[in-house]
Every structure is written in structure tokens, then in C-alpha cells.
């Protein structure tokens, strides 16, 4: 992206508050871009940031537009799956754009991915502050160069939210999997919720397709217990890591630990597709 560019502010997913627009303007601009907004953007509409048709034109317009370069989601939260039947492919394919955010913009990523469109998995707005700082110029020196920071090592990457990306099995907007790493993450589930996802992805071998899968942060994961809410302590009985390592080794998949993406402070940019 050449100084001046446009970086579309959209919301795909959740409505965000006027001061994460006003710090996602601030800090496209210190970084020597132009912030736009569609007028479809970031409407209101229950907990979304407008009805589908809209946050499906903003999107489509900002793909269409020749000088937005990115265009970086405000939020996620839930919502970029129904989004998808009304993505234009073709306007994306014939100018190439940035999708930047992580979470439920997975579910874009994987879109564009199956579309042979690069997308980059990185920090949405409303996380940019507590998000490493060494990352956020990771972030920006990608969306400068076009290249993959040291983190990526030269691997071909997919992937990001476990459950969008357990919501996305079956259909044809799943990213392509053959030989790429696949980057994983996720946030505030229950331990047998994070094992039942996986047991789909064995039995839909997902683990012989890929090279490999690259494990993100699990934070804040809940377990059957008092303690997160429960009446009685009916503990799954392994952790995060534990339930992961049962799937993927087996499957002699080979795993790449502790990688610095997701909800924690770390969340190196990584492109996929």
C-alpha cells in the first residue's frame, strides 16, 4: 500500500462504539493511510453493525474501490458468516484487497482464501491497544511491504478462529487446506465445546489434508466446574493444550506451539491464503 491509500473502517460483524472508530481512525492516519467509511457502515441493528444487505455493500464497495488498499474491521464478535452468500469474489479477484482482522473475521479470510485472494490475520480496531506493540508494527510494515514478517517463516498459511472455522466445515467458503499450515485459535469456551469441534475436524480429516497446524492462543477456557458457573464440578479433565495434543498427535500431525496469534497480547500478523 503506497502513503495515502484508503483503509476501509468496516463492521462485518459487531456495531462498535464511537471511540474505537475515532481510535481506528487516528491510528490509520499516524500510519500514513486515509480512513473511509461507507455510509452503510457500522449502522445500527440489534448487535450488529447493520442489517446483512449493508454490511455486505460496504464491503463490496470498499473491493470495488481501486485506491482502498485494506479494508480492517472495527470488531468482531459474531456475524461475518452471513455475510458470505453476498460477497462479491470477482470484484475482489479483480482488485485485490486486504482483508485485516481476526476472531469472526475468519470467516472472511476464508472466503477470500477460497477466492485465491491473500488476506491478513491481524488485530481488529477494537484491540489494536492491547495488542503487543511490536506486533502492531509488524502489522503495519505488512500492509507496507506485502510481505510476511519473520513469525510466518515462508509457510503457506490458513486458518484462525477454531470455532468460525468449525461453523465453516461443509461449506464451500472453508479455506483450502491442501498443504497449508493451519493457524488456530480461539476464546471463552467450554473445555468439551473446544473437544467436540475438534473430533469434527478428525472426522472430517482435516489433519491429513493440511502440512501442518500452528496452535494460537486458548484464553480464557471454561471447564464443567463451579467455578465457571456450574451447579457441581464435572471437570472435562485435560487442558486446552491436553485435548489439542489428543487429536493431532494421533493423526501425526505435525504442531507448531505457542504461536503469537489470537486473544492474548500477542497477535502477530500472518497473511493466509
Not at 170 to 180: I, R, S, V, Y
Not at 264 to 272: E, K
Request: charged share 20%; hydrophobic share 45%.
Amino acid at each position: 500500500m503506497k502513503p495515502g491509500a484508503k483503509v476501509a473502517l468496516v463492521t462485518p460483524a459487531r456495531r462498535a462504539s464511537q471511540e474505537v472508530v475515532d481510535a481506528a481512525s487516528a491510528a490509520v492516519r499516524s500510519w500514513g493511510f486515509d480512513p473511509v467509511q461507507h455510509s452503510d457502515t457500522n449502522q445500527p441493528h440489534g448487535q450488529f453493525g447493520g442489517t446483512d444487505a449493508q454490511r455486505a455493500m460496504a464491503l463490496n464497495a470498499a473491493f470495488a474501490d481501486p485506491d482502498v488498499g485494506a479494508v480492517w474491521a472495527l470488531r468482531g464478535g459474531y456475524g461475518c458468516t452471513r455475510l458470505l452468500p453476498h460477497l462479491d469474489a470477482q470484484v475482489l479477484r479483480d482488485n485485490p484487497t486486504w482483508i485485516v482482522g481476526f476472531s469472526d473475521v475468519t470467516a472472511l479470510h476464508g472466503w477470500a482464501n477460497q477466492a485465491d485472494v491473500a488476506s491478513l490475520h491481524a488485530p481488529v480496531a477494537s484491540t489494536l491497544a492491547s495488542t503487543d506493540d511490536d506486533d502492531v508494527a509488524a502489522l503495519v510494515e505488512v500492509l507496507k511491504t506485502g510481505e510476511p514478517t519473520l513469525d510466518q517463516l515462508d509457510r503457506a498459511v490458513v486458518g484462525g478462529n477454531l470455532s468460525v472455522l468449525y461453523a465453516m466445515l461443509g461449506t464451500p467458503h472453508m479455506p483450502p487446506l491442501e498443504d497449508k499450515w493451519l493457524l488456530l485459535e480461539d476464546l471463552d469456551e467450554y473445555l468439551y465445546h473446544l473437544d467436540r469441534m475438534l473430533v469434527a475436524f478428525t472426522q472430517a480429516g482435516v489433519w491429513g489434508q493440511v502440512a501442518g497446524v500452528m496452535v494460537g492462543s486458548f484464553t480464557d477456557m471454561r471447564d464443567n466446574t463451579v467455578a465457571h458457573g456450574q451447579s457441581v464440578d464435572n471437570p472435562f479433565g485435560m487442558t486446552a493444550e491436553e485435548i489439542l495434543a489428543s487429536h493431532l498427535g494421533p493423526a501425526n500431525c505435525p504442531v507448531e506451539w505457542d504461536v503469537p496469534a489470537g486473544h492474548g497480547a500477542r497477535n502477530a500478523p500472518f497473511i493466509l491464503g
